[in-house]
């Protein structure tokens, strides 16, 4: 019981926003990207620009279903629609992220483990 309550606390996140206080569950968060050194983040088929925030502090509260896959970019592996050489693409978000090649075999190693789990 004590497990399901933790997972159910790291799985709802609090972030400052310039009009205040967002409350997002994680399959809400589709991606979180560094842009002129602004956090953006985007859920629920909107961008929120978070204050006060740096994207390591971010990466640190986020669960196993979040992968960075690069220096300035996270994403939420659920939600990945395809992967087409470097480029992935997200549900809701019209632009492909670039994965890094220095990080590409340890995402596709987490990315295959969580859609055979999905699978089964």
């Known amino acids: 019981m004590k497990k399901i309550e ?5 799985s709802i996140h609090r972030f400052q926003t310039r009009y205040g206080y ?3 569950k994680n399959n809400q968060i589709s991606a979180i990207e560094v842009i002129n050194r602004k956090v953006e983040l985007h859920a629920k088929n909107e961008i929120y620009i978070l204050k006060n925030e740096k994207i390591s502090s971010i990466h640190s509260i986020l669960n196993d279903d979040f992968f960075q896959i690069n220096r300035s970019t996270i994403i939420n592996l659920h939600k990945i629609i395809s992967i087409k050489d470097n480029q992935i693409f997200v549900k809701n978000i019209k632009k492909a992220f670039l994965l890094s090649k220095y990080r ?4 596709y190693s987490k990315y295959v483990s969580l859609t055979k789990a999905r699978n089964y």
């Open 104 to 107: 590409k075999k340890d995402f």
């Open 22 to 24: 967002i409350t997002l």
């Open 6 to 10: 933790n997972n159910f606390i790291q």
